[in-house]
C-alpha cells in the first residue's frame, strides 16, 4: 500500500525534469520523520480489510490469491517503480516470471538495483530502466507485458489519456493482459477545499506537539513535488474510458491519511497516537456507513476494451463517465478553487494597499498634509461658529 508523497517512485509530468530532481533529492536525503500513512500498523490493517477481508492480506496477495491458475505472467512492468519494493514483491510471490521497473528518478533506480542485485534469486528476474512512460509506453509492441502495475505512481502523471491509451494497447493484444492499480484518486492538489480537513483537525487537535510534524493541519502533499496530485481527480473517469474495472475496492483514508500524514512517524506506535487513531478510523467507517465519502484511495483490477469500445468511450466526455454525484462534488471543488484563487488574490492587493498607505503615512511630506488639513479644519470650524447664528 501506498500514498501520496510515499510512494515507490515518482512518474511523469510531461515535463519531468522538476519531478525527477525533487525524487533524487528525497533517495539521497529522506524527509526527517516521514513516513507512509500506512506504515501505521493499525492504518494499514484497515486498508487490507477494506480491500481483501483480511487485515493482514495485502492487495497483491489477494490478487495472486484469485488469479493463481494464470499465474505466473511471462513479462510484467511496473511504471514509476522507484526504490523497487513491489518489484520484488511480484518475483517473490511469482506473480511473474520477469519483470521491468522504468522511473525517471535515476538515484530511485540505482538503489532498486543494489537492492534486486542483493539477491540472486531476483537479480535475474528483474530489470530497470531511466524512462519517461509519456513517451516510452507508446512505442512499446502491443503483447509485450501480459500485466503493468502503477503502486501510487499514476496520480503523479498529467497525461492520463496518452499513458492509459497506451497501456490499453499494450495489453489488448492476444489474451487481454491486465492492469493492477493502488492509488490515491482523491482531489487533485488545487481541488483541495478546508471541509476536506475538518474531521480530521478534531483529531489532530488532541494529539501533544511532540507527536507532530506541522503545528497546523495542512493538505497532505509536499508542495515541493511539482508531480504530486496533478491530476488525481480525473484518474477513475480517464481509467474507465480505456479499461474494463473487474475489482475495485476502495479502502478510503479520508480522516486517517491527512491525520497520519501530520504525525512524526515515530509516534505512529505511541499509544496516545494510537488511541487518537483508533477514534478517528471510527469516525471514518461511521462516515462510510452513511455514504458521505467518496474515497481518497483504491485498488483497481482493469483489462482493456476492445479497440472498437475504447474509441466508442473515447467519444464520451470524461465527466460523462463520472457518477451524477461525482460530476456536481467536481463542480463544486472547481468552484470553491476559484473563489479561493480570487480571494487570495484580493487579499494579497489589499495587503499591498496597506502596505503603500503604510509607506506613505511614514514620510514627513504627509505629517505636514496631516498638520496643515487639522490647522485648517480647526480655523474653519471656528469661524462657522461666529458666522452662523
Known amino acids: 500500500m501506498n500514498g501520496p508523497g510515499s510512494r515507490h517512485g515518482a512518474a511523469e509530468l510531461l515535463d519531468t525534469s522538476g519531478a525527477a530532481e525533487y525524487w533524487d533529492r528525497l533517495v539521497a536525503q ?17 486498508a487490507n480489510r477494506l480491500t481483501t477481508g483480511r487485515p493482514h492480506v495485502y492487495p497483491l496477495s489477494a490478487f495472486a ?4 491458475s494464470s499465474l505466473p505472467v511471462a513479462r510484467a512492468l511496473s511504471v514509476g517503480c522507484g526504490t523497487g519494493s513491489f518489484e520484488r514483491e511480484v518475483i517473490r510471490a511469482n506473480i511473474a516470471t520477469h519483470i521491468d521497473g522504468i522511473d525517471i528518478s535515476s538515484a530511485s533506480l540505482d538503489r532498486a538495483r543494489a537492492l534486486a542485485d542483493a539477491d540472486p534469486a531476483l537479480a535475474a528476474r528483474i530489470s ?4 519517461d512512460a509519456v513517451s516510452w509506453l507508446p512505442a512499446q509492441e502491443p503483447g509485450s507485458y501480459q500485466l503493468i502495475i502503477f503502486h501510487g505512481s499514476l496520480h503523479h502523471i498529467a497525461a492520463l489519456e496518452q499513458v492509459t491509451a497506451a497501456c490499453a494497447a499494450v495489453l489488448r493484444e492476444g489474451p487481454p493482459g491486465l492492469l493492477f492499480l493502488d492509488e490515491y484518486v482523491g482531489p487533485s492538489r488545487d481541488q483541495w477545499c478546508d471541509a476536506d480537513l475538518s474531521d480530521a483537525r478534531d483529531f489532530f487537535a488532541r ?17 515541493r513535488d511539482p508531480s504530486e496530485m496533478v491530476r488525481s481527480a480525473d484518474i477513475e473517469p480517464v481509467l474507465r474510458g480505456h479499461f474494463e474495472v473487474l475489482r ?26 494510537e488511541e487518537v487513531l483508533r477514534s478517528a478510523i471510527a469516525r471514518e467507517d461511521a462516515l462510510i456507513d452513511a455514504g458521505n465519502l467518496r474515497p481518497l484511495f483504491a485498488v483497481f483490477v482493469c483489462r482493456p476494451w476492445s479497440a472498437a469500445e475504447a474509441r466508442r468511450r473515447a467519444e464520451i466526455p470524461v465527466r460523462d463517465r463520472l457518477q451524477p454525484c461525482h460530476e456536481l462534488e467536481s463542480a463544486l471543488r472547481r468552484l470553491v478553487s476559484d473563489l479561493s484563487s480570487d480571494n487570495r488574490a484580493l487579499h494579497s492587493e489589499i495587503k499591498r494597499l496597506n502596505a503603500l498607505v503604510g509607506r506613505m503615512e511614514s514620510t514627513r511630506a504627509w505629517r505636514v498634509h496631516r498638520w496643515t488639513e487639522h490647522q485648517v479644519r480647526s480655523r474653519w470650524r471656528r469661524l462657522r461658529r461666529y458666522l452662523l447664528p
Open 30 to 46: 529522506p524527509h526527517a520523520d516521514s513516513r507512509s500513512w500506512l506504515e501505521s500498523s493499525q492504518a494499514n490493517q484497515r
Open 248 to 273: 475495485y475496492r476502495p479502502y478510503y483514508g479520508n480522516v486517517i491519511y491527512p491525520l497520519l500524514s501530520a504525525i512524526k512517524g515515530s509516534s505512529f506506535s505511541d499509544p496516545e497516537v
Open 207 to 223: 494529539l501533544d506537539p511532540r507527536h507532530l510534524r506541522t503545528p497546523v493541519l495542512m493538505q497532505p502533499m509536499d508542495p
Open 65 to 68: 490469491e484469485e488469479l493463481h
Open 128 to 131: 530497470y530502466r531511466l524512462e
